[in-house]
């Protein structure tokens, strides 16, 4: 099994950041309720709104910490996205 990293990028830098390890299931999760921004990526635009719609559909404790660590720092949104390996 591959593992599946969460990274936010920085907007102006496009830098990565490594948010930690999410599970298939989170992944799944996250691909259900989001709309990719590209079809040919994993990417995704995360705002505080899109945290708490999460939770409200049942996102699991670990997967929205790691959303909420994401937004540190941005009220407005970071991308984020998924990489397997």
Do not use: C, W
Request: glycine share 6%; charged share 35%; hydrophobic share 35%.
């Amino acid at each position: 099994m591959s593992a599946i990293h969460l990274y936010k990028q920085n907007p102006d830098t496009y830098q990565r950041e490594l948010l930690g390890t999410i599970t298939e299931e989170q992944l799944d999760f996250l691909i259900e309720n989001l709309e990719e921004d590209f079809e040919e990526n994993q990417e995704y635009f995360l705002s505080p709104d899109t945290v708490e719609y999460l939770r409200e559909e049942g996102a699991d404790g670990e997967l929205l910490a790691l959303l909420e660590k994401a937004l540190e720092g941005n009220e407005e949104g970071v991308d984020i996205f998924y990489l397997t390996e």
